[in-house]
């Protein structure tokens, strides 16, 4: 049975290892987003069995996003499953050194994407009566954020705050939305981390590494097709490190 995935943030290494490593249907349809990295993804796509179809979008830009919402309506495209993974680099800065414009790029990316599109679909999915969303939060939601990531922080709390409203407002409809929070997750998005940072943190789990995308995949399959009755639950993915 063909089943109708909408992947934001299509682009990041978390999304590209879940889209490698799921098992699709031939009739299966895939909306992706991505912005600047359409090509790579157009890579990682090739020779799966699936209806894949890139839309490139700027999660910035509300126009971007407005035209997408109504690319999704004409096309009368109603996702069943959303996995939400857009990211911005982040860079370790003092609050001091922060400017507003540091806030609003990842509220913006992360926080005002999601709540647009979901806008966008969520009343033909309440009329279907199903929907699994996944969203990706980090660590940072657990226990004691770190330091100098003051703008990261603030927008995973922020949409934190959002998945739990939606899983709270939608749960009759059988849409459930989950969070999952990853530690220190080594991919490309690390550039502009110290590479000091990302080691101490490796030595200090408990496994004495960092999470990687593969960690993610098989959590991510449970949530789309094994669960029926968990909503609104931000799971740490640590290592140990936190629970």
Not at 74 to 79: A, E, G, I, S, Y
Not at 186 to 206: C, E, H, M, R, V
Request: net charge positive.
């Amino acid at each position: 049975m063909s089943k109708k995935y909408l992947i934001l943030g299509a682009s990041s290494d978390l999304a590209m290892t879940f889209i490698k490593n799921n098992i699709w249907n031939p009739d299966d349809e895939i909306i992706c987003t991505c912005n600047n990295n359409a090509q790579i993804l157009e890579e990682n796509i090739k020779g799966l069995n699936a209806k894949f179809i890139i839309k490139r979008v700027n999660f910035l830009n509300e126009q971007d996003i407005n035209d997408f919402i109504k690319f999704l309506d004409k096309n009368n495209f109603v996702p069943e499953y959303i996995l939400h993974a857009p990211a911005v680099p982040i860079e370790n800065l003092r609050f001091t050194e922060l400017s507003w414009h540091d806030f609003d790029l990842q509220i913006n990316v992360q926080v005002k994407s999601f709540m647009m599109i979901i806008q966008g679909v969520i009343k033909k999915m309440s009329r279907s009566k199903f929907g699994r969303v996944i969203v990706i939060l980090s660590s940072c939601t657990l226990n004691v954020p770190p330091k100098f990531l003051a703008g990261y922080v603030t927008a995973k709390y922020a949409l934190m705050g959002l998945v739990k409203s939606l899983a709270s407002e939608y749960a009759n409809k059988n849409i459930l939305f989950n969070m999952l929070s990853p530690s220190m997750m080594q991919t490309k998005f690390l550039n502009n981390i110290y590479g000091g940072i990302i080691t101490d943190s490796a030595n200090k789990n408990p496994l004495s590494r960092n999470v990687t995308p593969e960690d993610l995949t098989e959590l991510i399959k449970y949530l789309f097709y094994g669960n029926n009755f968990v909503t609104g639950v931000n799971i740490p993915i640590s290592g140990g490190e936190s629970f």
